[in-house]
Nanobody, 126 residues
């Protein structure tokens, strides 16, 4: 079982930046076995995929809505995954979730992920 804890959310003006972190832990846990992703859910909307990075950080994939503005990265030695968010827009407002999947690829569907964090709120004001 993997425990995930997100941090770094907050209130920011449009055009600003935030960096989210996801700390992973677990008994006999190794982050290098997991594809790691960020999803988000805005009020009244379904949870949507944001970004994913594979086990060894050689491949990333982004939703079209964040491509060129967000960057996902990971530090397996620190068991931490990051999401750098730049040029934020009001439509980026959501609860952001970190998720882990025992997968060698870059899955983008929520059902591929069995471990989830509790989420961190990101609010972008106009």
């Amino acid at each position: 079982q993997v425990q995930l804890v997100e941090s770094g959310g907050g209130l920011v003006q449009a055009g600003g930046s935030l960096r989210l972190s996801c700390a992973a832990s677990g008994r006999t846990f190794s982050l290098s076995l997991y594809a790691m992703a960020w999803f988000r859910q805005a009020p009244g909307k379904e949870r949507e995929f944001v970004a994913v990075v594979n086990r060894i950080a050689s491949r990333t994939y982004y939703a079209d809505s964040v491509k060129g503005r967000f960057a996902i990265s990971r530090d397996n030695a620190k068991n931490t995954v990051y999401l750098q968010m730049n040029t934020l827009k009001p439509e980026d407002t959501a609860v952001y979730y970190c998720a882990a999947a025992l997968d060698a690829g870059t899955p983008t569907r929520a059902y591929s992920y069995k471990s989830w964090g509790q989420g961190t709120q990101v609010t972008v004001s106009s």
